[in-house]
């Protein structure tokens, strides 16, 4: 059974810095696209970034230069570090799992969510 | 404000049909790249419902429906439900953002 478990979210102030975890199991990460999908309290959804199985990441110009995402294919789990943090970034960050269709990539199993909290 | 734009609320009452939609531009939608339809109930995690314009995948009830033309993508529900009341959003990817891109989301009432 595929399964996605986020963790890490909490409160922390502006400037500061956060890793969020999502633990996979039921398939192999690295052989996978993988994504983190943010949403903020009340708004809709927002693509952050992507990591493909070769390890190519892309990501969404509102996180460019201060989040990074990566993978630790021993632990099966992936990572998002967080730097530089604003207000705006407060949201549930979401894992989720990439399928490829017609040069899409679209999301079929996901994680139930972190909460991360930027505020002084 | 979404670069894929969808109406921000839908209703119907039980048993009916209702469709929402989502449009693009020439640089998503209208460039080819499929479009896909998650089902948010409150407070969960997005489901996928519709993936490839048209395809939905195993368990998904076929009272749910996707189509796609031109620049925009509609998602129907017939045999409406009470518990079909939830957040809907399209996504697809944008060649211009080199973005993945989700519209701003449906809130369906079932009345």
């Known amino acids: 059974e595929v399964q996605l478990v986020e963790s890490g979210g909490g409160l922390v102030q502006p400037g500061g810095s956060l890793r969020l975890s999502c633990a996979a199991s039921g398939f192999t990460v690295s052989t996978n696209y993988m994504t983190w999908v943010r949403q903020a309290p009340g708004k809709g959804l927002q693509w952050v970034s992507v990591i493909y199985s070769g390890g190519l990441t892309y990501y969404a110009d509102s996180v460019k230069g201060r989040f990074t995402f990566s993978r630790d294919n021993s632990k099966n789990t992936l990572y998002l570090q967080m730097n530089s943090l604003k207000p705006e970034d407060t949201a549930v960050y979401y894992c989720?799992?990439?399928?490829?269709?017609?040069?899409?990539?679209?999301?079929?199993?996901w994680g139930q969510g972190t909460l991360v909290t930027v505020s002084s | 404000q979404s670069v894929l734009t969808q109406p921000p609320s839908v209703s119907g009452a039980p048993g009916q049909r209702v469709t929402m939609s989502c449009a693009g531009t020439?640089?998503?939608?209208?460039?080819?790249?499929?479009v896909h339809w998650y089902q948010q109930l409150p407070g969960t995690a997005p489901k996928l419902l519709i993936y490839g314009n048209i395809n939905r995948p195993s368990g998904v009830p076929d009272r749910f429906s996707g189509s796609q033309s031109g620049t925009s993508a509609s998602l129907a529900i017939t045999g409406l439900q009470a518990e079909d009341e939830a957040d809907y959003y399209c996504q697809s990817y944008d060649n211009s953002l080199t973005a993945w891109v989700f519209g701003g989301g449906t809130k369906l009432t079932v009345l």
């Open positions: 020439s640089s998503n939608i209208g460039a080819g790249y499929d």
């Open positions: 989720a799992r990439g399928l490829v269709e017609m040069a899409t990539i679209y999301f079929d199993y």
